[in-house]
């Protein structure tokens, strides 16, 4: 009898423990599922002031009366994806005329080139870059003219900026012509087809800014009234004169009430240069943020001056098999709850390009009036078994010490 109470106590603490970790705090219902088929449901920005940042507590589950069934799912994060196909490629006719330096490539046959880089030995310079393409050699037609590419290393800067991007071209050859501020000694070229499908963005338009500038920096704080994905932020910036600056970028953590106040504490995620080359959009990891933190590092140089800044973030769903005449739910709000593992993740390839889209209805809160009343009776009966259970085995506990006496 004692062995039996003591394993029904386990039981129950693990029951007990089981309980809490599936605990959510919010769910909503999925509109009308039609028909067995695959559903795209996109998540709402309200949504992410009440998830974990990696998103690892939703959960989708089908409620019966006598069961609950969790629906496997995959989270797309639908930002672009790029994949680049490198060629080193012979140089042909490498030849220098009034300055200007000339080399011609062959691209094999049904290959597309759009992006060149080029090396030079020298550091320093200024140059513009022309291509043109031709089938035969003989005549020749404008890509693209006077691309600017630079190299700056001096006063503890070095940064370098030889890419040349153009429009896709299959033409049989290509000829580069370098107009430089300085007679450059190229040192290799790489041709690149770079492709990239576009993501689906979503521009960010609920948020304020505060900048300030002091101690040779500038500081602008990127507030959004609440939580939001985000993973690209653009500055249009202008100065006077070419400009170059180091800049790092954080997002806020928590904030620690002081003497003074409250004050907000940040990690930094990313740094660079902020230039007048550029189009000074820094790309990111996608983080779940109420507020960044941009700062400019101006050295002895005026402040720039910050004309807009663009602040997006991309599009989140998930897609799952759905059946109809079930009420299936989307539950969250669980910070305990680690990621999923699924098999599907192995198995994207299988799941149609184009899929029904599903909405989701409105959001109720578990942690209602209702609901902790009904969790406080749970808990009450649970505490109670529990008790007697222990009060059982305490009195077959002492009368087996009465017999051995």
Known sequence: MKRIAFNFIIVLFISSATAQSTEFKY?????NVTSEDWYSIHLPPDLFQKINKDFSDIR???VTEKDTIEIPYLLKIRTDEITAENFNLP?????RANGVLFFTIQIPANKTLNSLNVNFAERNFDALVSIEGSADRKDWFEIVNNKRIVSIYQDQ????NTTVNFPNS???FLRVQVKSDKQLSLTGASFNYINTKKGEHITLTDFITNTTTENKQTEIRIRSPYRAAVHALAISASHNNDYYRNYSLAYALDSIKTEKGWIQNYSTFKRGYLTSIDSNKINFETLITHELKLTIYNQDNPALTINNIELSGPKIEILAKLSPHQNTFLFYGNTRLPSPLYDLIHFEDRI???VKTIDLLKEENLESPQQEKALFTKKFWLWTILIVVIGIMGYFTLQMLKRNN
Do not use: E, G
């Open 157 to 160: 800067i070095d940064y370098s």
């Open 91 to 95: 140089l042909l006719n490498q030849s």
């Open 170 to 172: 299959d033409y049989t």
């Open 27 to 31: 769910r909503r219902s999925l509109n």
């Open 60 to 62: 989708l589950l089908a």
């Open 352 to 354: 149609p390009q184009s």
